[in-house]
């Protein structure tokens, strides 16, 4: 089962930031929070991940609470092409080989 | 450079058949993960290699599904006797480091259909 919850969509007007939740209330201390993106046709694109800091890169910026227990993931400006499902997924660092859980994703489209 | 590719990217095939899928990772990753996606859903893991060595099958949904990685570079998803079930997008990733923290890479599937 996956260990994460998150919204079965979401609405984003292009340009304006996107704000993707997502709880993993049962996450352990050597457990990593990663976010993929699926975009229609094609495989799951990597964006970011993060273990307790807050994360910034490129493409978007990921807060995790003091608690870890849940985690956002922000698109700063959301264009077209940001319209995907996107994966929040726990990965432990240790164990398990590395595989990725994912579960059902949160459907953004992003509109004009 | 390239990414990972897969073929077919799409392949047809008959309730009984045999059916071959290839991936072609990234140069010089170490880790190969293939994955199953069915209508709708998340992927679901299947097996991993680390090189040559199939480390981790947990996630073959039954034994007419067989994966190799013989020279560690390219690998092979064979399914023997396909059901309608088996009806799925196939994913295959890979990543430069052994299993741990890192990115995986992702080709653009092989998505079965069987009639």
């Known amino acids: 089962d996956a260990k994460t919850t998150q919204p079965t969509s979401m609405d984003c007007a292009e340009g304006r930031a996107a704000n993707l939740p997502c709880n993993h209330s049962?996450?352990?201390?050597?457990?990593?929070v990663y976010w993929y993106r699926q975009i229609h046709s094609q495989g799951p694109q990597y964006i970011i991940h993060?273990?307790?800091n807050n994360e910034t890169n490129e493409m978007a910026s990921l807060i995790i609470t003091e608690d870890r227990k849940s985690s956002t993931l922000i698109l700063p400006h959301a264009t077209l092409r940001d319209t995907a499902v996107y994966y929040c997924?726990?990965?432990?660092?240790?164990?398990?080989?590395?595989?990725?859980?994912f579960g059902a994703g949160t459907q953004v489209v992003v509109t004009p | 450079g390239a990414g990972v590719s897969q073929s077919p990217r799409y392949k047809v095939a008959k309730r009984g058949q045999d059916v071959a899928l290839r991936c072609d990772p990234i140069?010089?990753?170490?880790?190969l993960f293939w994955y199953q996606q069915a209508l709708g859903q998340g992927p679901e893991f299947l097996t991993y290699?680390?090189?040559?060595?199939?480390?981790?099958k947990s996630g073959l949904p039954s034994d007419r599904f067989f994966a190799e990685r013989p020279e560690g570079s390219v690998s092979t998803l064979k399914i023997q006797r396909t059901q309608q079930e088996d009806s799925a997008v196939y994913l295959c990733?890979?990543?430069?480091?052994?299993?741990?923290?890192?990115?995986?890479?992702f080709g653009p599937g092989t998505r079965l259909t069987v009639t």
């Open positions: 290699f680390q090189n040559e060595a199939q480390l981790d």
């Open positions: 140069s010089g990753h170490v880790s």
């Open positions: 997924i726990v990965r432990s660092a240790t164990d398990s080989w590395g595989k990725l859980q």
């Open positions: 993060g273990l307790k």
């Open positions: 049962t996450i352990s201390g050597n457990e990593y």
């Open positions: 990733a890979s990543s430069l480091a052994p299993a741990g923290v890192g990115e995986q890479y």
